[in-house]
């Protein structure tokens, strides 16, 4: 057991400040509202805070294509109208709008993920949290489902330089299609998710016997499940299968993605969790003692997706929280209770036990299908990708890399917290 996890936070101001529209769901200030519920916890004493670097175009393209990149980079609102046919061609609309800053706000949130899995790598810290990051609808050519580019994968990739075999986690309620899709031909990443699935509900896959393909076959595991499971069901099924799966498949790293919007009385979702259920998946995977990479994800009901993240935050520190907030920018949004915990949702339970039975036991038997620990010849670890801010010439080959970019983006307690240069001083509700 490790004396004290070192843990590294990942935050940049910037990113929540950008604006879906009027009518959208997704509100990056949830990712103010985030952080400085963490401030007044005083959790960033307990953490070393970076600001992560804006992902190049170049690192985005090790999963996504150079043109959709390209795109991205290139789109504003005022040129919307010379694209119509790239716009249905990259799915860029509705769901997905092109806004101010949208290329900025991805190398963001992707630079802080790819940051992430670099600082564990490099053995600098043994969890690393991005609540910005999560974005796991992206394809490797389109986004979808609010998401533009897939940060989660970019990190996996990142983490496959270090570990043979890296398992991805998604208690989000939207099947993490994205990643699975990505990974889906491979053995050397297996794909969890728990969501709910049926009803014609976003993205529409995720079934149980979705498993993947050729060397990737049982290595992606779907849990599909129906509306209002609450607190006891879903951690009674997380817990016996993710024990399972990392006694057999014995990760070298765990990504965990912490989609908010499976917590009760959430705006786009339809399960019963209330917080500490949502956090005692966190804290299950945390005891496994594996470098852990830690993302956000959904969450439409901001000052619930503030609360969960400062509590899981929490958690990973070993930090019980008191429940009465304390003051802080944004505390009216936590009115009229002012408290940390929300309760359980009251939406009916329509996973019976035999159904959550029968997907456990339908699980477990795919499992059982996958060598134990396969084998995987590693050979030279490759460079982390290069990042034009530092001069190759002068390092040596031999050390690793990351220690002097990454210490360039360390924060000093107060450059951005408080007072009158706050970048979120004065935001407008998003």
Known sequence: MRSKDKIAYFYDGDVGSVYFGPNHPMKPHRLCMTHHLVLSYDLHQKMEIYRPHKAYPVELAQFHSADYVEFLHR?????????????????????????????EFCQIY?????????????????????????????????ASGFCYINDLVLGI??????HARVLYIDIDVHHGDGVEEAFYFTDR???????????????GTGDVK???????????????????????????????????????????????????????????GCFNLSIDGHAECVRFVKKFNLPLLVTGGGGYTKENVARCWTVETGVLLDTELPNDIPDNDYIKYFAPDFSLRIPHGHIE?????????????????????????????????????YIPDFDEDTQNPDERVSQHAQDKHIQRDDEYYDGDNDNDHNMEDA
């Open 110 to 142: 992707a630079g802080g993920t790819i940051d992430a899995a670099r600082r564990l790598n490099n053995q600098l810290c043994d969890i690393a949290i991005n609540w910005a990051g999560g974005l796991h609808h992206a394809k490797k050519c389109e």
């Open 157 to 162: 990739l990142e983490l496959l330089k270090h």
């Open 210 to 268: 979705e498993i993947g393909e050729r060397d990737g076959k049982f290595y992606a595991i779907n849990v599909p499940l129906k509306d209002g499971i609450d607190d006891s069901s879903f951690t009674r099924l997380f817990k016996a299968i993710i024990s399972k799966i990392i006694e057999m498949y014995q990760p070298g790293a765990i990504v965990l993605q912490c989609g908010a919007d499976s917590l009760a009385g959430d705006r786009l």
């Open 189 to 203: 990443v297996m794909t969890v998710s728990f969501h709910k699935f049926g009803d014609l509900f976003f993205p």
């Open 349 to 385: 339970n329509l996973n019976s036990k035999n159904y959550l039975t029968a997907i456990k036991v339908q699980v477990l038997e795919n499992l059982r299908n996958i060598q134990h620990a396969p084998g995987v010849q590693m050979q030279e670890v490759p460079p982390d990708f």
């Open 75 to 103: 789109i504003t609102p005022d040129t919307l109208h010379l694209y119509a046919n790239d716009l249905a061609r990259y799915n860029l609309g509705e769901d997905c709008p092109v806004f101010d800053n949208l290329f």
